[in-house]
């Protein structure tokens, strides 16, 4: 308590410039010193600015060392991300392999993760759901009808009876 009391009492005496210990300051750190030489680490007297200032350059420097120019493979241009996008947009039912094999037909030498990487993110499903699928094929759909009898033997048979739709002949057959 005694070293935070001789801290503050530095601080408030402090002029906008540096000044220089007091010899009474200088004899009650020292003493703390002395006595405590665990406290000596937590004995710096330093301005709020100055913290301020430190911890502002060492994010200056974080973010100057976090977007250095690394080597390795270069950047794939703009105009091959745009195409990738407007492709993907156009096609949304292809993946990265068939978009990747398209591109290589073009002559556009590119990875297939870096395909992936550039083509426009779905919302929804992939590919069509149910309703859509049976609206889309309700012409060509056989429809089966299947129900179970029990006999006297408690065993059970499964009669089917298929109904499909023959569109050359245009008219049902029952098997």
């Not at 408030?12 to 010899?23: A, E, M």
């Not at 993760?113 to 609206?135: D, E, H, I, N």
Request: with cysteine; hydrophobic share 45%.
């Amino acid at each position: 308590m005694l070293a935070l009391r001789q801290q503050i009492n530095v601080l408030q005496r402090l002029r906008p410039k540096r000044s220089t210990l007091s010899s009474v300051d200088r004899l009650v750190l020292g003493w703390i010193c002395l006595w405590f030489p665990t406290a000596c680490d937590a004995l710096a007297i330093v301005r709020p600015e100055t913290i301020v200032r430190r911890h502002r350059a060492s994010f200056r420097t974080y973010w100057r060392w976090k977007s250095r120019r690394r080597p390795g493979r270069p950047a794939v241009s703009l105009e091959i991300r745009q195409l990738i996008r407007e492709i993907s947009i156009a096609n949304p039912l292809w993946g990265a392999p068939r978009l990747h094999g398209e591109l290589l037909k073009l002559g556009i030498d590119i990875g297939q993760t870096s395909v992936a990487k550039y083509m426009a993110r779905r919302r929804g499903l992939p590919s069509q759901g149910w309703k859509t699928f049976l609206r889309n094929h309700a012409d060509g759909i056989a429809a089966i009808d299947l129900f179970v009898v029990p006999t006297v033997s408690f065993r059970l048979l499964v009669p089917c009876w298929q109904v499909t739709y023959i569109p050359t002949a245009s008219r049902f057959h029952v098997i």
